[in-house]
């Protein structure tokens, strides 16, 4: 359980601001809402775009020995019974039989024992209506093909791991790879989650961002090492103050994990530190058990050495929406303006990362000004996700475009088109400087910064 952070509890607000600037909506709204299920808005989908491209450079571009994978949801369902998620992916629950909620065993809302006479249900209040607690599986099964019976079962995979350790053999041969190397790939899982909540920190459905790095037993725990400290920069060069970042070893190991580090953002309020990235070193795990259960060969022919071997697996995972989350609760401000009688209401996002680069407006309808803009918006619209706006008085424009994390306002007034100079307004300190329009391009490129 975390403890009440320093920081506050921005999450309401963000919700709200999220919904209202069309970053993330829940999901089926008009039908009252699907639990734990978002949708991302024009901003919200720019937003994790961002963070995935950066995950991906990173990992796949940037680097010689980790390869790129986008493997299928649906899988063969022997892939769930040897990564043990078919027995063992469970949560222990609890059923009200008068109000038929459902809660986990651990939720400390519950009072008494579960199953006995004087236990009480959180939510209805009735004794005696709680069951003892029984394992259910987190994993969402569908049906493959035209006839529902348990022989067509498939699942909707809980992770994207999964994907990458049976295809490390068609990676690492079509690539002519040599370990140690990695696999990376970036996707859609789904979890039944029993107590999803806090927007979307836990979502039944979400992307995770997960690099599988094959090595050389005996060489695990210095590769385990490198990862760890690799990704906590990774976080850092979000922009996620460091501060707010730890490492928290896991004390219970998965009976995969040789050994186990989260890196945890602190959400502030009472959510305070949260797991954002697990990094795993997980042994030959997964391949022997792919290979015991497929019973095709799954070893790495090291040929120098003349030398046969199943890989052990560091393992990186972290949720592209969970980081989303981060990135927006470190950005979120409210502030006072010097001189002026409104606050106002900052996303600080790191400009490579913001949705929109620049917001382009004419200082009013006339004395062509909004020509003049629409070639700039225009312009740079080739190379930048820009925002036009001509509504309102400009401070109003400004404190919009504040609001979802904009770092650039871009104001064309009646000097523009007299000397062809244009103001650019920097979100954090205010301050604006003029350059000239046809230079526009490569100093808000400057500015931003390269997305790596
Ligand atoms: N393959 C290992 C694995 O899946 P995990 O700790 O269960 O490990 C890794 O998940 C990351 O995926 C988490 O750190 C989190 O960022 C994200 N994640 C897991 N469950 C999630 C959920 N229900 N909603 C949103 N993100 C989730």
Redesign the pocket.
Known sequence: MASVSAHPDVMEKLVSLAKRRGFIFQSSEIYGGTG?VWDYGPLGVELKKNVKDRWWHAMVRARDDIEGLDAAILMHPRVWEASGHVAGFTDPLIDCRNCKRRFRADDPAIKGTPGAPDAQCPVCGSKGTLSEPRLFNLMFKTFMGPVEESAAIVYLR?????GIFVNFLNVQQSTRQKVPFGIAQIGK?F?N?IT?GNF?????????M?MQFFVEPGTDEEHFEYWKAQRMEWHRSLGLAPDRLRYKPHEQLAHYARAAA??EFDFGGSLGYQ????I?NRSDFDLSRHQEYSGKKLEYFDQPRNRRYIPYVI?T???????TLALLVNAYREEEVPGETEGRTVLGLAPSIAPIKAGVFPLVKKDGMPEMAERVANDLRRAFPIFYDDGGAIGRRYRRQDEVGTPFGITIDGQSTQDGTVTVRDRDTLQQVRVAAGQLRGYIAERIGPNE
């Open positions: 734990s809980p992770e994207t791991a999964q899982a979890r989650e999803p979307i920190f836990r979502t039944r459905e979400f992307e995770q997960e989260d890196i797991e954002i990235e697990g795993h393992e995972s972290v949720g592209a929406d969970r980081t």
